[in-house]
T-cell receptor, first 111, second 115 residues
């Protein structure tokens, strides 16, 4: 059983729409949750982190965490073609902050 | 330079070669990490150093040997690699491994090809 799961996609949305990316994790003790964006051939770039249940907003991005259901999501409002990338969900499964990454969801924003 | 830098950016080596990857962070962090990213696979944590001490070895084969002389520099020494070791090797750093609020920042990576 994978510890952090993401739909590999591709998720295709039109420009200006809301893109919704989801991630589930297996360990109920997980404490920290991160979203990274990775363009093809580049390294992961941190977008957001969230530690508490609920929503956290940063510009066009909103991270949502539901520990009871063991999922974390990322919403991208007003999607732009430049948002086309692979989005990686990472979860800290223990207090040692060793991150476990999901396989990533490829997002395509079409003009 | 700022952030996390890695050299070389690309490396091609034969299975009998010995080479080293270098990572340097300019963020004042105390923890450094090596990750491997293969095609179609999730990022895999290889090693963690916290205040120069290795705190995690994720069952990595001995042909990969890390070295952390200080909190700003991290090396990955490679010898007798296999073609399946071809991947993107990413270095990351963070303020202090072990804290819930700690956040990792990645370098640009070294694209390694083993012939």
């Amino acid at each position: 059983q994978k510890e952090v799961e993401q739909n590999s996609g591709p998720l295709s949305v039109p420009e200006g729409a809301i893109a919704s990316l989801n991630c589930t994790y297996s360990d109920r003790g997980s404490q920290s949750f991160f979203w990274y964006r990775q363009y093809s051939g580049k390294s992961p770039e941190l977008i957001m982190f969230i530690y508490s249940n609920g929503d956290k907003e940063d510009g066009r991005f909103t991270a949502q965490l539901n520990k009871a259901s063991q999922y974390v999501s990322l919403l991208i409002r007003d999607s732009q073609p430049s948002d086309s990338a692979t989005y990686l969900c990472a979860v800290s499964l223990n207090a040692g902050n060793m991150l476990t990454f999901g396989g990533g969801t490829r997002l395509m924003v079409k003009p | 330079e700022t952030g996390v830098t890695q050299t070389p950016r690309h490396l091609v080596m034969g299975m009998t070669n010995k080479k080293s990857l270098k990572c340097e962070q300019h963020l004042g962090h105390n923890a450094m990490y090596w990750y491997k990213q293969s095609a179609k696979k999730p990022l895999e944590l290889m090693f963690v150093y916290n205040f120069k001490e290795q705190t995690e070895n994720n069952s990595v084969p001995s042909r990969f040997s890390p070295e952390c002389p200080n909190s700003s520099h991290l090396f990955l020494h490679l010898h007798t690699l296999q073609p399946e070791d071809s991947a993107l090797y990413l270095c990351a750093s963070s303020r202090r491994a072990g804290e819930v609020t700690d956040t990792q920042y990645f370098g640009p990576g070294t694209r390694l090809t083993v012939l």
